[in-house]
């Protein structure tokens, strides 16, 4: 995971995940900079997933970046599209155009627009399922899922691409892929860090 904040863990031959940040989805990032990011890493890693700038729930303007940007972004990385407010069915559809374009899709799976998932993360896990049933044959990255969603999913976790965050800095660098069992690659690590958490809120 790379973004503007954050970029030390480029290593050749790792895949690498490269996102704007939450700031940058909320305040707006500077595109200049933000290329020039994916530029230098794409330089050293041989497998990179680029963000193209999204804006925090706001679906309209996620549109209007995805048409402005995704072909700068996709020179020099593959490109991913953030659908922002996935959750709601007339909001999903405002992605059907170019979703098709895009090498894979990310779902925010830390912060909705309504709900933290921390204290949520049954209905954010609910939200992703559901998700995934619609987005059948689309690549699927989730971002910053904590731990106590990824344990609500269970095994839909196996029609997920890849994950982020909480689901690879404490087990270690790599990020899991559908290559790998992702339930078996964060069992340990889950029993680990969440066996004594209070239950989940549902």
Known sequence: MCSLSSCECVRRGVPVFVDVGLAGARFGVDFGRYIRLVQRVSAVAGDVYAVVPDVFCDVEATVRNWKRWARQVGRHAKTVLVLQRFYEPHELEK??????????????????????????????????????????????????????????????????????????RKPGWRIATRGEDKTEYLAVWLRRWNTSRKPAKV
């Open 95 to 168: 992605y059907r155009d170019i979703i098709q374009d895009a090498w894979m899709a990310a779902l925010p799976s830390r912060r909705h627009c309504d709900v933290y998932c921390l204290e949520r993360p049954r209905l954010c896990a609910e939200r992703v399922e559901r998700a995934l049933r619609v987005l059948r044959g689309v690549e699927v990255h989730l971002m910053g899922p904590p731990a106590s969603v990824l344990r609500a999913l269970g095994g839909v976790l196996n029609d997920v691409k890849s994950i982020d965050t909480s689901a690879y």
